[in-house]
């Protein structure tokens, strides 16, 4: 979840440390601190808050140095505060900057208390910088120490460390969360999101598990995890500088809703043609592995567990084979049966959540057919650790409540379940028919952000509700549980979702007029029935909102607001189709709250850790 930015070069790096940070402050984080060696002198300031106030005591107190790490917190040991904030320092001059979880830290930080180390922080990072000083009297060389204390953790890490008596070196060692080394002229970088270091380089090379690299100036070195030299890839990155940038829209997020259109044509280019499933865009091996598939078992967390939610439908429905989704944090510990010629997929946005990771890395031990990753970051830890592989190209998504992510998503997973079509019973007729109805979502989705101003009026009813139900049927409760959740992340209002059938099984008891329920009814078999269900809210004095098909019939009344969505939306496009609206409400609600709808309180982007 935190943030890591470092250089080696001749010039002053505090700016670039800055602009880093400030790159990576969608992952959500409560503090920000940077060190240097300038003259051959460590400097350390750190802040509680957000990077402008490191910008604010930088200026009152200025550093300058040529070597140096920075790093933006999110609290996991310690509460957030200035001491527990990174860097952590060390005898020696030694300052560390750390992502992960150490979770034998409390073992490790009692040896060293015995040996006479005194901790000013509640953090396990301290315990690292401590453990490398230690090394360090029996090793004499940095390297050296930081091998040898990187053998005794457990748990996962990203770390970045520099010394001001080598004030020309940054080691960095990663296992189980992303680091990233950024190539420049007579200059090195590392981050742990390319996203980073874009006005710096765009050259880039990504250290595997257990690799550990020395960086100066002009030369990196990368050992792996038994100290061999090792080399790894150089890769140009295809995201420009100005990526991030909220361009004339007041949030991140506004500006991603309605990017959703352009971001669906992407991620379809290429990839369908002619009325066909292009199938090698999975993978050169892809259309074995479909041919043999018998069952599918989706795994994935929050917004991307919705959309697997939603395919699970797609894949029985249309392929009629079995198709199981677990949340990956109960995955690991559930010890689940695998059918025989089971595909596994993962789906995640940044490709390095923590539980999805692991879940991926257990699947690839259980007697799984293969692994295919669903994700929006082709330089991730999930894409390169999957057998195939959909990238989603919804392009960075930096407000943390995902929305283009989301619909990128939907629609990678319908050409998954039309590419398993094509060996489970669909004749190429069906094949068009299905890629046609997916070519026709950015205009449909173009046609629902023009209800924006009718939300955005709509939005004000909720500005004193404190409680709100969602409902919807078959493919379209997923996405009910999508609309909760973007309300409730973004503006704080307490938000359920139920299928709409079990009103009566409970959720029915919290109905009155001040609790809004929303629905979400497409033409499809199931509305008559979520027809009825809606018409036992109104009996309790419910006041319902519907996002409905113009042929659907119901019509607005006291108490009923009807939001008319395009029309002819079909069974594979509805979903979505009718999770653009949810999000522009959840976006309005909050702006009415005064919430910060990019950074939502408690929350991260990327959760990298379990």
Known sequence: MCGIVGAVAERNIVPILIEGLRRLEYRGYDSAGLAVIGSGKLVRVR????????????????????????????????????????????????????????????????????????????????????RIHYHLQGEHDLLAAVRATVAELQGAYALAVISEQESDRLLVARAGCPVVIGLGVEENFVASDV??????????MFLEEGDLAELRRTSVRITDRN?????????????????????????????????????????????????????????????????????VHIVACGTSYHAASVVRYFIEQICRIPCAVDIASEYRYRNPLVPRDTLFVTISQSGETADTLAALRLARESGYLSTLAICNVPESSLVRESDLVMLTRAGPEIGVASTKAFTTQLTALAMLTIALARHHGADAEREHGLVSRLIELPGMIEKVLTLDPLIHRLAERFADKHHTLFLGRGALYPIAMEGALKLKEISYIHAESYPAGELKHGPLALVDADMPVIAVAPNNDLLEKLKSNLMEVRARGGELIVFADPESGLQPSDGVTVIEMPKHVTYFQAPAVYTVPLQLLAYHVAILKGTDVDQPRNLAKSVTVE
Not at 56 to 83: F, Q
């Open 47 to 130: 802040t509680v808050g957000k990077v402008k106030k490191l910008e604010e005591a930088l200026a009152a107190a200025p550093a300058s140095g040529a070597t140096g790490i920075a790093h933006t917190r999110w609290a996991t040991h310690g509460a957030p505060s200035e001491r527990n904030a990174h860097p952590h320092l060390s005898q020696a001059g030694i300052a560390i900057v750390h992502n992960g979880i150490i979770e034998n830290h409390e073992a490790l930080r009692a040896d060293l208390e015995r040996r006479g180390y005194r901790f000013e922080s509640e953090t396990d990072t301290e315990v690292i910088a401590h």
């Open 195 to 204: 996203a980073a270091l874009l006005p710096v380089t765009r050259r880039f």
């Open 227 to 295: 100290g061999h030299t090792v080399e790894r890839a150089v890769r140009e990155s295809e995201l420009s500088a100005d990526a991030a940038e909220k361009g004339p829209y007041r949030h991140f997020m506004l500006k991603e809703i309605h990017e959703q259109p352009r971001a669906i044509a992407d991620t379809l280019a290429e990839r369908v043609a002619n009325g066909r499933l292009l199938e090698a865009a999975f993978g050169p091996a892809a259309a074995e592995i479909f041919k043999r598939t018998a069952c």
